[in-house]
């Protein structure tokens, strides 16, 4: 008798389901990476005005608000929202907000930022 060959491959209902496991990480993904790309703007862009050691809090907040004017991405964080503070004589930045990302439906994603400089 010959032994039969064991066959090898996916099934159509394997097929589909990592189709939808990965199909739904993708939507996932590329609906949160924009607001990452937003917090590390943000970052940067306050620690170059901790850098620049502004003497006032008001001229700290007005170099936020001309870098918000300049990169369009930053909208989840006004210059209001900005906690600033000196320590040891350098200039603390630090900020945090929450971000909701839809996903479908009634479903949404939430995403808490925090942020300060060094």
Do not use: C, H
Not at 52 to 66: G, H, I, S
Not at 100 to 112: Q, R
């Amino acid at each position: 008798m010959r032994a039969r060959k064991i066959q090898r491959g996916i099934s159509l209902l394997g097929l589909m389901f990592w189709a939808v496991i990965i199909g739904g990480g993708s939507v996932i993904l590329l609906r949160v990476v924009p607001t990452v790309m937003e917090y590390y703007t943000i970052q940067r862009a306050i620690e170059k005005i901790a850098r620049d050691a502004p003497p006032t809090v008001a001229e700290a907040r007005n170099q936020f608000q001309r870098t918000k004017d300049i990169e369009y991405s930053i909208v989840s964080v006004e210059p209001a929202d900005l906690i600033i503070t000196k320590v040891d004589d350098k200039v603390k930045i630090s900020f945090a907000y929450d971000k909701e990302v839809p996903l479908f439906g009634p479903a949404f994603l939430v995403i808490k930022y925090k942020g300060s400089t060094r």
